[in-house]
């Protein structure tokens, strides 16, 4: 069974840090590339970030570059994200999402991990 | 970055009801468009890709079509289950972008 784990989140101040991780089982995590997606309360879901399955393509929306980083662990089969310089705009729900391989290029999530809540408050 | 805009926001139906939820993009998207529905308090669950091809072990009653900018979500027979809120997802280019969503209540 395909299953993703989300943990690390909690509250913080702004201009604190966190590290959010994410547990993959069930499919071989280096074959595909994963994203952080978050969704505020009452809002839709956000894109945030995109790592290939080897770690050598990384993307981010614009509101996080230069203060998230993503990374892998391909022989642990974890998922990683370093949130720096925390806004009260960075409240969310994380979630984990692995892309489908279906599709060449961007491509659509079809498994998403439970989620683990940030707060950003002071 | 491109808009996706959903309509409507929300809609009161019955279990056995037809429901369509339209999504419009803001430029042309080439069938590069996703369905997701979200149960309250759970994650996103994908269920259609590419405007009209089903997730496996999603059920046959959700539909997808449109083409460019206009996209609709059918699902033929409301159940329990589908009251939920609906997310269509545009990954035609980066970054992916999200509609606002529209959510499907008991009447």
């Known amino acids: 069974e395909v299953q993703l784990v989300e943990s690390g989140g909690g509250l913080v101040q702004p201009g604190e840090s966190l590290r959010l991780s994410c547990a993959a089982s069930?499919?071989?995590?280096?074959?595909?590339?994963m994203n952080w997606v978050r969704q505020a309360p009452g809002k839709g879901p956000e894109w945030v970030s995109a790592?290939?399955?080897?770690?050598?393509?990384?993307y981010y929306t614009d509101s996080v570059k230069g203060r998230f980083t993503i990374s892998r662990d391909n022989s642990k089969n974890m998922l990683y994200l370093q949130m720096n310089s925390l806004r009260a705009e960075d409240t969310a729900v994380y979630y984990c999402?692995?892309?489908?391989?279906?599709?060449?290029?961007?491509?659509?999530?079809?498994?998403w991990g439970q989620g683990t809540m940030v707060t950003v408050s002071s | 970055d491109i808009q996706m805009t959903q309509s409507p926001s929300s809609l009161s139906a019955s279990v056995g009801d037809r429901v369509t939820i339209t999504c419009r993009a803001s430029q042309d998207i080439r069938n590069s468009l996703a369905w997701y529905r979200q149960k309250p308090g759970r994650a996103p669950q994908l269920l259609l890709y590419a405007a009209s091809r089903l997730e496996s072990g999603v059920p046959s009653g959700f539909s997808g079509s449109g083409s460019g900018t206009d996209y609709t979500l059918t699902i033929s027979s409301l159940q329990p289950e589908d009251f939920a809120t609906y997310y269509c997802?545009?990954?035609?280019?980066?970054?992916?972008?999200f509609g606002q969503g529209t959510k499907v209540e008991i009447k």
């Open positions: 069930g499919f071989t995590f280096f074959n595909y590339d």
């Open positions: 999402a692995k892309e489908s391989g279906y599709i060449t290029g961007w491509d659509v999530f079809d498994m």
């Open positions: 997802q545009q990954y035609y280019s980066a970054p992916p972008t």
């Open positions: 790592i290939s399955g080897r770690g050598d393509y990384i």
